[in-house]
């Protein structure tokens, strides 16, 4: 998982929380806000884990959102945390991909006036993506 930044029309600075799974290459969770904070990333990841259960694996970078409660979190429900080294993006060479697709086919494409704009935009990119973009790994 990673961040992606934008922002709105008025100047205001947003994030994305994006969460795509490596293997069958699905977004499971775009996650909108300002701020987005440890304890937002954790409630996502609980959300998730509910609907589709834990993974063994999370690869992430040394931001301060994934450290602490993150941490805590992942030693407490046995997931691992592969931190990718500062510097590095190449060894999370997926998810970097994926950002650039996102900020490719919709946050450059799109004039956020609201958050609540911005929420549904990128919920509509996530499930056109996911739904109706044929991928081998999720049965074509």
Same mark, same amino acid.
């Given at each position: 998982? $990673?961040?992606?930044s934008? !922002? &709105? ?5 947003? *994030?994305? &929380? ?9 977004? @499971? ?5 300002? /701020? ?8 996502? &990841?609980? *959300? @998730?884990? =509910? @609907?589709?259960?834990?993974? =063994? ?13 993150? $941490? ?16 590095? !993006?190449?060894?999370?060479a997926?998810?970097? !991909? ?9 946050? #450059? ?10 929420? =549904? ?6 499930? $056109?993506? #996911?739904?109706? *973009? /044929? *991928?081998? !790994?999720?049965?074509?």
């Open positions: 998982m $990673d961040f992606v934008h !922002s &709105l029309i008025t100047g205001r600075r947003f *994030r994305a &929380l994006t969460i795509p799974n490596d293997f069958s290459r699905e977004c @499971l969770a775009i996650e909108v806000g300002t /701020p987005i904070g440890g304890v937002r990333v954790v409630n996502t &990841l609980e *959300r @998730l884990a =509910e @609907l589709r259960g834990l993974a =063994e694996v999370i690869t992430i970078d040394n931001r301060p959102e994934f450290v602490g409660m993150l $941490d805590e979190w992942a030693f407490r429900n046995g997931v691992k945390l592969n931190f990718v080294r500062p510097g590095k !993006s190449v060894e999370n997926y998810i970097e !991909s994926f950002n650039g697709k996102l900020r490719d086919e919709c946050l #450059n494409q799109n004039w956020f006036i609201t958050l609540k704009y911005a929420r =549904e935009a990128i919920k509509a990119w996530r499930v $056109d993506c #996911n739904e109706f *973009r /044929p *991928r081998s !790994s999720l049965g074509d």
